[in-house]
């Protein structure tokens, strides 16, 4: 008997540990959990904000076609795409891809960080993302689209002028004209709280 004095104490003292332990585990689980779906959130947002950098780079390729011939660079534009030029010719949006080599990157905030510089849009919306757009013409030379020495990846609609009439007479009527739309690269990028960033491509075809 005097040998079992204490065991239980012992025991209970196992437990406590134990139950100290799990009790840590969770709290830490519980804060993990949040942080990750902080995060989340803050990627959401960042993903939304996106969708204005593209509707404000749209805008201004519209409002603009009298710019579009040569680079805008302080509204990040610019009119030939280097990836047509040259395979090995590629644009590291992120700045991950070539890490060390800043000869490829974008400068998206006015940091410097790259020759090809974003435009970015003045003032945080209400999510606190600060938004940048840059945009390629998806051509291989400065000029008029379909002009000498300029390729551009375009399509082409045939479109009626209006109604022809035939008959003993001969006819009449408009001939048919066609119109010609050049493709746009629009990439984006929404910078969040926390570091938070995210990209976002899209092309768009516009009439000229």
Known sequence: MRREKGFILFIALT???????????????????????????????????????????????QSNPSLLEADSVDNGYYARDVELIAANQLIDYTGSVTPGNTNDDVDWDGSGGGPYKARLISGADVSGNQIAYLVHRLCDNYGSPGASGVRCARMSLAATGGSSKSGAGGSSGRAISTKSQVYYRITTRAKGPRNTASYAQSTIVIEY
């Open 15 to 61: 437990m406590l540990a134990l139950m100290t332990i799990i009790g840590v585990a969770l709290v830490r689980a519980v804060d993990t959990t949040n942080e990750v779906a902080t995060n989340i959130g803050f990627v959401q947002s960042t993903l939304v904000s996106s969708d204005s950098g593209m509707e404000a780079a749209t805008t201004w390729l």
